[in-house]
């Protein structure tokens, strides 16, 4: 740890004590993952603050912080069961190397919920997907040796002796990377009564490498353990889904699916594998149904513990295509619309076309006129730059049909003057002035015709 980036705490107040009730534990792995802004934050909000780390205190910290250098052979578990005998606070909160929790939620929580556990959603991104898991991060101080593992510390079990009740809403803990991607599973397994989060972890890993039976083994085992958390029995049984479907066991992944809705509506990968479901049976109203209900809810609402959802436009894409398919045009059109205006100048022009079509059917005038030039240009401000002049003389007779002549009439004549020479576009815009009864323009160009070909003839 550089100290010139804490030397900002040798100004720093003493501590205000906004948030009581509760003392921060930073446990940091390694050099270069504190944040000192959240850090100086901590240090004057709490009465107090915790800091264990693999090194000796810096001495800009000192007198700031209570600093515990822990040695290379103590567990992740030790450590923080070490650390919170330590806490005089009635609850203690553990953070892990740059995670960061928003204190105004914290201190929100706490005073609402000053008899209950507080459950932490941990949240990170993965290829650019939001993964989450829900642990005990907050625990009371006065609990005797809560951790259990090695190091994946596991409050659930000390949760249960305690006959502690969760607090409805959870603190979001934001971090950068993976917080399992460094665990080792055999080591964990080697400890007395391995957590089911544990697990878990473990069956997910099967599950990425392809190894389904393994991977149901570990969901199942979840399953029947009664001391595992409502949030990882609802994340086992869409593990045990999940596996079931990728050995297209249909009926028994629609039963689990259906069982983990029931027991918890709020999630979205439940969702998801019931609409993978209908889809490949093609029944694409159910598809379209569940993929609306998974929509309206929010990740960060989610009490299922590594809980899937989609990104924006995944989801509006399979949304408006699903709508699409089962008839449902209105529906289609307006996701298709909300999927166009995210995308925004990366919008693919095969999702412009879409849009364009079904703006047609449905008879909206301005929505098809706005999607016309954006495929083609607007011939209102010169002429048309898309070089399918056949395609948009298509999509015009769908302007024409729908009884729009005016529109029509000025992108032919655009074209017109692009191309004087194309007869080709002269009948079609003389057909468009003969159903607009714009008669005597029409005629005007049937003798500019006649007058041309005369003149050609005499010359030739």
Not at 66 to 87: A, D, K
């Amino acid at each position: 740890m550089n100290e010139m980036h804490l030397i900002n705490l040798k100004g720093t107040h003493q501590p205000s004590g906004r948030i009581k009730g509760v003392e921060p534990v930073i446990h940091l792995s390694r050099l270069g993952v504190l944040d000192p802004r959240q850090l100086v934050t901590m240090i004057r909000t709490f009465p107090r603050v915790h800091v264990a780390a693999p090194f000796a205190c810096p001495d800009v910290l000192r007198h700031k912080v209570n600093w515990y250098h822990y040695g290379p052979n103590e567990t992740t578990v030790e450590v923080w069961n070490h650390v919170l005998m330590h806490c005089g606070s009635e609850k203690t909160l553990f953070l892990q190397d740059d995670e960061k929790v928003d204190l105004a939620d914290l201190a929100s929580v706490i005073s609402q919920c000053p008899e209950q556990w507080i459950p932490a959603l941990v949240r990170w991104s993965e290829n650019g997907i939001v993964r989450q898991c829900y642990q005990l991060r907050v625990v009371p101080s006065d609990a005797e040796m809560p951790f259990n593992g090695v190091d994946l510390p596991d409050a659930s079990r000390c949760f249960m002796e305690m006959s502690g009740t969760l607090a409805g809403k959870p603190l979001l803990f934001d971090r950068a990377t993976d917080p399992f991607r460094l665990l080792q599973t055999e080591k964990e397994l080697s400890a007395s009564n391995p957590p089911a989060l544990l697990y878990l972890v473990t069956g997910i890993r099967y599950f990425d490498a392809g190894k389904y039976v393994h991977a149901a083994a570990q969901f199942r085992r979840v399953m029947k353990d009664r001391k595992a958390l409502s949030f990882e029995s609802v994340a086992a049984i869409n593990g045990l889904a999940s596996c079931m479907a990728e050995q297209y066991k249909c009926s028994k992944t629609v039963e689990l699916a259906e069982e983990s809705v029931r027991i918890e509506p709020l999630q979205q990968l439940a969702y998801l594998i019931l609409f993978r479901m209908h889809q490949l049976e093609k029944r694409w109203s159910q598809a379209y149904e569940m993929l609306e209900k998974c929509h309206g809810i929010r990740m960060q609402h989610s009490r299922a513990s590594f809980d899937k959802g989609l990104s924006d436009k995944e989801m509006l894409s399979l949304m408006a295509d699903m709508a699409f398919r089962a008839g449902m045009r209105t529906e289609s059109m307006r996701h298709y619309q909300s999927l166009h205006e995210l995308l925004n100048d990366r919008t693919p022009a095969e999702l412009t076309e879409r849009l364009l079509m079904l703006a047609l059917e449905e008879q909206e005038y301005d929505l098809s006129v706005r999607y016309f030039c954006k495929l083609f240009g607007d011939p209102a401000k010169g002429a048309l730059s898309k070089s399918s002049e056949t395609a948009a003389f298509d999509y015009l007779g769908l302007f024409i049909k729908n009884g729009w002549y005016e529109f029509a009439s000025a992108c032919c004549e655009r074209m017109m003057k692009k191309h004087p020479e194309n007869e080709v576009y002269m009948r079609r815009w003389i057909a468009i002035l003969s159903k607009s009864r714009d008669i005597e323009k029409a005629r005007s160009l049937v003798s500019g015709i006649r007058k041309s070909r005369r003149s050609k003839t005499a010359t030739g």
